[in-house]
């Protein structure tokens, strides 16, 4: 018991010393100093980002990311299923061509968000982003898409997005 007693006795004279010697600067411990020099912040950006990017079947193809076609099945609203072919780019080629540094991105916080020109829009998460089956596409089934169209390559039949106008990272 006389220990016990003692040992709280000590923790609170460390505690009241600690306490007033970091009110007024005196003693305590320093903050550690860097063991590695300092160097430029890491962002999401690995380049400037192009200013206005629009959307259309021809600015998807001028910046020179591999087409992709890939045949898709779909359930429409009615429950209905039927395949698709889009030809597109993959969605993170995209988002690496814009600069984004894909390493940063983690399965736990990362959202997608791609909207349409009437303001609809969808979500989705890490997997989606780094699928080699999601794509922003400029055809579908031989028909020119304008704007593009997203197909994330699942069957969701409130997933597809035509009318593509933005896309978003949020991490």
Known sequence: MLRNIISWFIAAIMAIVGFFGGLFGIGGNKPAEPTVPPTETTTLLQKPQPQNFAFSSESL???GLTPHTIPMDTIDSADREYTRIYT???VKDFLAAMGVNLA???????????MSDNAAGVA????????????????????????????????????????????????
């Open 104 to 114: 940063l991105l983690d399965g736990e916080s990362t959202l997608l968000v791609i």
């Open 61 to 63: 193809q001028e910046l």
């Open 88 to 90: 597109g780019v993959l």
């Open 124 to 171: 989705f998460g890490y997997d989606i982003i780094m699928s080699d089956r999601a794509l922003l596409a400029w055809d579908m089934d031989g028909a020119e898409q304008i704007p593009p169209r997203f197909a994330p390559g699942n069957t969701n039949h409130g997933a597809y997005l035509k009318n593509v106008v933005s896309v978003t990272v949020n991490y």
